[in-house]
C-alpha cells in the first residue's frame, strides 16, 4: 500500500496526453513530471506483482525510466521501490499528478486512495496518430490502441466512487479551455491559472488548437470508417462519439487478411527505417534467439532513436 497517492492520467496514448500534462505541470500548484507506466511494468498475467530483481533489470532498459531522474534502492522490495519513486517525486506544495497509458486498472493495488483523471479522444483519430509513430498499420487496427485502453479504463472506473475520478474528452477540452481546466483545477483543488497555457515557451509543444479534433472525417476512406463503425459499435455511442454516417460494415475473411498483411508490413517497413535494417535485424534475433546482454543492448540503441522522435 502506496502512501502520498498521486492522481493519475489515464487514457490511450496518443489521446493528447502529453499536451495536458503540460497543461498541468505549467500550474504553479500542480507537478506533473510525465508518463509512469513503468510503475507497472511487467506485471503478472493474474495481476500480482512482479519480482523486483527481475523489474529493476527490466527499468535497465525502459525508455522512458531514465529521463525522470529516480534513484533505485537495490535494498528495497518492489513495493518500497514505488514507494521510494513516489517519495522522490512528491512536493509537499504541490499536487502530484503523473501519466499512465498501460495497466493502469491494477494501480489501487499500490495506490488505494488514488484519484484518476481519464482522459478520452476519439478513436479514429487516436488511430491516425498511431498510425503516425508506427504502431498500427492501418485505422482497423490502430483502434485496437484505444479499445485496450478503454477496457482498461473500464475494469478501473468500476471500481471508484464518482467523487474519486473525472473524466475529460480531448475535443472538448480544445474547444472549450478556459472552462475545461477549470473543471479539472476544482478537481484538484486548486484553483485555475492563466499559466496552463503558457506551456509552448518551455517546451517544443505548440498551442492548443481545435482544428486537430476529428480529422478522421476528412482523412479516412469510408470502407475502412464502415469496418471501424462495425468493430467498435457501442464503444463509440457509449463515450458519445458518433458512427462515421457510412454504415457498419463487417469486413470479410479477404478483408481481414488484407488489413493483417497491410498492419504487419507498415510496421516493419517503419521500423527498418527508423531504426535501420541492422539494428532492426539484430533486435529480432536476439529476441528469438533469447540472447538478453545483446537484446539489452538493441533495447537500448533503439529507446535512444525513439527519444528523439517522440512527441
Known amino acids: 500500500m502506496i502512501d502520498k497517492s498521486p492522481v493519475f492520467v489515464v487514457g490511450s496514448v496518443r489521446s493528447g496526453s502529453t499536451m495536458f500534462r503540460l497543461m498541468l505541470d505549467a500550474h504553479p500548484q500542480i507537478s506533473n513530471p510525465g508518463e509512469f507506466d513503468f510503475l507497472l511494468g511487467q506485471p503478472g498475467s493474474a495481476g500480482q506483482l512482479p519480482d523486483v ?3 529493476r533489470h527490466w527499468l535497465s532498459t525502459n525508455r522512458g525510466f531514465p529521463g ?8 528495497l522490495n518492489y513495493v518500497e521501490l514505488i514507494q521510494s519513486f513516489i517519495d522522490q517525486l512528491w512536493r509537499d506544495d504541490k499536487v502530484l499528478t503523473m501519466n499512465m497509458h498501460l495497466h493502469y486498472d491494477r494501480l489501487p493495488q499500490l495506490f488505494p486512495a488514488a484519484r484518476y483523471i ?6 479514429r483519430d487516436v488511430a491516425r496518430s498511431s498510425i503516425g509513430m ?6 482497423y487496427r490502430g483502434v485496437d490502441i484505444w479499445t485496450t485502453a478503454e477496457r482498461c479504463w473500464d475494469r478501473l472506473v468500476a471500481t471508484l ?6 473524466e475529460v474528452r480531448y475535443e472538448t477540452l480544445l474547444h472549450n479551455l478556459t472552462e475545461e481546466l477549470g473543471r479539472v483545477c476544482g478537481f484538484l483543488g486548486v484553483d485555475y491559472s492563466e499559466k496552463m497555457l503558457t506551456y509552448p515557451s518551455q517546451s517544443t509543444y ?18 475502412e470508417l464502415q469496418w471501424v463503425d462495425w468493430k467498435l459499435d457501442r464503444m463509440l455511442v457509449d463515450r458519445g462519439y458518433e458512427l462515421s454516417g457510412f454504415g457498419p460494415r463487417r469486413p470479410s475473411l479477404l478483408d ?26 539484430g533486435n529480432l534475433l536476439a ?20 527519444l528523439k522522435i517522440l512527441k
Open 53 to 55: 530483481n527481475r523489474y
Open 118 to 123: 481519464h482522459l478520452v479522444r476519439d478513436p
Open 287 to 306: 529476441s528469438r534467439a533469447h540472447i538478453s546482454a545483446w537484446q539489452d543492448s538493441c533495447q537500448r540503441r533503439m529507446n535512444q532513436i525513439d
Open 134 to 139: 508506427g504502431w498500427a498499420g492501418n485505422i
Open 161 to 166: 466512487a464518482p467523487d474519486r475520478y473525472l
Open 256 to 281: 481481414l487478411l488484407s488489413i493483417a498483411i497491410q498492419d504487419k508490413y507498415y510496421r516493419i517497413r517503419f521500423r527498418i527505417k527508423l531504426y535501420g535494417f541492422a539494428l532492426y535485424l
Open 68 to 75: 525522470t531522474g529516480l534513484k533505485v534502492d537495490t535494498r
Open 206 to 223: 505548440a498551442a492548443p488548437d481545435a482544428r486537430l479534433t476529428y480529422q478522421w472525417k476528412s482523412r479516412c476512406q469510408p470502407r
